[in-house]
């Protein structure tokens, strides 16, 4: 069986490489990185470091990579044949490969394969093999949107495993939390008879992709951003001080009550899983730079994002959200020199509070605008005694 997957970076060797070459996948890395791609042409292997005490190691081979941005023949060439497409790239980098892809596909058009095939974006972001799937329509013309109708299918996917900052000598070496989830709507699937091992397959992703994203990643920032305004530098340092570990727990406890109301959680079963999340910051084998998980407040302050969106629907539902709020305001506070959008949060900011709100969350709900520009106010006036 042959993939091909787009970003062959940490989470796309670490995570979805090795559950791939666990199901005896061959995988086509696609990337512009000249130094991973010429590395993984050369050894066609690599290992896996798991970020735990007993340090294992885990050997992926029958591996290749394909510079899109010198030789993107060799993409669609691939797209042409694999039983599988797979990215793992960013979500503000799905809209330029998908030309790409739409040129792959194309040219399974021409070869007369009609293999049925799934393109899955892993990425952190709810629906994003629908967004992919936008993106790939866009260069597609409408005979050619007939085929891929057909022989195609974008199922969205929800996946979590960290991957901590890190520096190797060997550039495909990659360090992993033992943890991982990958979970797929396999109602969306073309080619349904392709499961992986290691990888769930529900009916409605919608409950696993929210969880992951109200639980992992809102969680995650919330020990960033109230960490940065104690003085941290790393998740590690920040998570072992009691404010910091009572704030996630109380953001915890928010996005929970909302979730369990939503999707009809057991308590007992979410509550285990949020410990199992609390756990997983304290693994001093993870721990990663304030800096890096902070990084893009104004993406993280969308509309649709972890903090917005379980706010309005707390909202909506009767529930609180009193700490998602103070986390919200100490987003505002987050300067980092290093970070585009911190630098421009801050040169937005001076005074313009509710103007700011609206503007980097599109909120239409003045009640919700007036209590983060308020919370924001009081956060702002604390630290810039």
Not at 57 to 85: F, M, Q, R, S, Y
Not at 150 to 177: T, W
């Amino acid at each position: 069986m042959k993939a091909v997957h787009f970003g062959a970076g940490n989470i796309g060797r670490g995570f979805i490489g090795e559950t791939l070459a666990a199901n005896d996948f061959s995988i086509d890395f696609v990337d512009v990185d000249d130094t991973i791609i010429s590395a993984l042409n050369s050894r066609h292997e690599y290992d896996i470091e798991l970020a735990a005490p007993s340090q294992e190691k885990i050997h992926v081979e029958n591996v290749d990579g394909i510079n899109n941005g010198k030789e993107p023949e060799k993409v669609v060439a691939a797209i042409a044949e694999t039983n599988l497409v797979t990215t793992a790239i960013g979500p503000k980098i799905l809209q330029f490969i998908a030309p790409l892809i739409a040129e792959g596909l194309v040219a399974r058009k021409k070869q007369g394969n009609t293999q049925k095939v799934d393109v899955i974006a892993c990425e952190n972001m709810i629906g994003g093999s629908a967004h992919l799937k936008d993106e790939v329509y866009k260069a597609l013309a409408d005979e050619d949107q007939a085929f891929v109708n057909e022989y195609v299918g974008f199922p969205n996917a929800a996946v979590d495993r960290i991957v901590p900052l890190q520096k190797h000598d060997d550039p495909l070496m990659v360090s992993v939390e033992p943890f991982k989830e990958w979970v797929v709507d396999e109602s969306q699937m073309a080619n349904p008879d392709l499961k992986l091992e290691g990888v769930s397959y529900a009916p409605n992703l919608e409950p696993y992709i929210e969880r992951k994203l109200f639980s992992v990643n809102t969680g995650h920032a919330t020990v960033a951003y109230t960490g940065k305004t104690l003085g941290y530098d790393t998740i590690g340092d920040a998570i072992k001080d009691e404010r910091v570990l009572n704030q996630l727990k109380g953001v915890l406890k928010e996005t929970g009550d909302l979730l369990i109301a939503k999707w009809n959680f057991k308590r007992e079963d979410h509550e285990a899983y949020q410990k199992k999340i609390i756990n997983r910051f304290e693994n001093p084998y993870i721990s990663d730079t304030i800096a890096r998980v902070g990084r893009t407040p104004i993406r993280k302050l969308g509309f649709d994002e972890r903090f917005i969106r379980p706010i309005r629907e707390a909202k909506e539902h009767g529930l609180g959200y009193e700490k998602l709020l103070e986390t919200v305001g100490k987003i505002y506070q987050f300067n980092v020199p290093e970070d585009d959008e911190s630098v421009k949060l801050q040169q937005m900011l001076q005074d313009k509070f509710a103007e700011v709100v609206t503007s980097t969350t599109d909120l239409k709900d003045q009640e919700l605008v007036s209590e983060i520009a308020g919370k924001m106010s009081e956060e702002f006036t604390a630290t810039h005694k």
